[in-house]
């Protein structure tokens, strides 16, 4: 995989708005700059892959022209020469690929999520009666389960992220690229921007989708763990790290986890900060109950952020636990 590119790339996160015949409102969806450009800077500027050279392209633009354009995007910050960015400390973000929106993709997005939304729950529920009711469930092979372990932090990881393109296709929201995350927090990563759709829920299904994905790979391994029982220990570490990260991610707690971001489509993100405290606030409780399905749901998730931060270093030590032992008969 080439890392450093020879020529100039236009970055990913930019969408664009025809004004009229000549002209264009581009918008960069991760700082949220606009600009109005020419059609024929904006023909040029999609010509920059990273492989081409800019004063080669089939463009009207001269030599001098090209110069300066480049100059003003990279001074604005919408060209790059490396797949690498920085994401926070020793941290960094690799575009694998683009993810270029079709009509046929984000149909076929949509049937996908759908059929995850309505197949994540019996799943899980058909993995778990599976592993209960799975004879031997003690006999299990430690170097097989971390072989799963890895192989299911990996597969759970990506698929997470998928989910989420999925989601985002399939309402229509703008999906950017795929890549991975290397250095003190690996993993992987979707660029999306969901500002342009205006349902909540819509918005806290693309947030919830990682989840549901995670908790479907769960299920999917402990039924699978009882049809290929040669190889139970495999899918059990599979199936036990993907329980780890749904469950993880469920919880509001931190700012980049699903559960935060899927409550703060619903209720509010100011709501979230002090979601804990109302908890005990007699007039809140007494308001939101004569608010009815709102208002219920804004104790319902009060209650909920309350007992995740209680019970977090409790759930973590028992994850692991869980994790690194198989339970006994």
């Not at 690498?84 to 046929?104: C, E, G, H, M, V």
């Not at 994540?120 to 097989?144: C, E, K, R, S, Y």
């Not at 999906?175 to 829920?201: C, M, R």
């Not at 919830?208 to 290929?228: K, Q, Y």
Request: aromatic letters at 12%; a neutral charge.
């Amino acid at each position: 995989m080439v890392i450093i590119m020879k020529y100039p790339q236009l970055i990913n996160t930019l969408v664009y708005k025809r004004l009229n015949g000549s002209t264009y409102r581009v918008l960069d969806c991760l700082t949220d700059n606009e600009y109005e450009l020419g059609s024929e800077i904006v023909r040029f500027a999609n010509m920059l892959d990273g492989k081409t050279d800019p004063y080669a392209t089939d463009s009207s633009l001269s030599d001098e022209q090209i110069t300066e354009t480049l100059e003003w995007f990279k001074e604005n910050g919408l060209t790059r020469t490396s797949k690498i960015q920085k994401r926070s400390f020793l941290t960094y973000n690799i575009d694998l690929f683009r993810i270029k929106p079709t009509a046929t993709k984000r149909i076929l997005a949509r049937i996908l999520n759908f059929a995850l939304i309505i197949l994540f729950v019996p799943a899980l529920i058909g993995g778990i009666i599976t592993a209960i009711n799975m004879p031997n469930l003690a006999d299990v092979d430690a170097i097989q389960q971390f072989i799963g372990l890895i192989i299911g932090g990996v597969i759970g990881t990506v698929f997470h992220e998928i989910a989420h393109a999925l989601a985002a296709l399939g309402y229509n929201a703008h999906v950017f690229s795929f890549g991975i995350t290397i250095g003190l927090l690996p993993g992987a990563y979707v660029q999306e921007d969901d500002e342009f759709i205006k349902s909540a829920l819509k918005k806290a299904q693309i947030s919830f989708a990682g989840i549901e994905m995670n908790l479907f790979l769960c299920g999917i391994s402990l039924i699978f763990m009882g049809i290929f029982q040669s190889a139970k220990s495999v899918f059990w570490g599979i199936g036990a790290i993907n329980l780890l990260l749904g469950l993880s991610n469920i919880l509001p707690l931190l700012s980049y986890v699903d559960g935060l971001h899927t409550v703060s489509y619903l209720v509010g993100g100011d709501f979230i900060l002090y979601a804990s405290e109302l908890a005990f606030n007699k007039n809140f409780l007494k308001a939101a109950s004569h608010r009815g399905i709102e208002g219920f749901a804004e104790i319902f998730v009060c209650f909920w952020v309350l007992i995740s931060r209680i019970s977090l270093p409790v759930f973590s030590l028992v994850t692991i636990i869980d994790v690194l032992t198989p339970p006994r008969r």
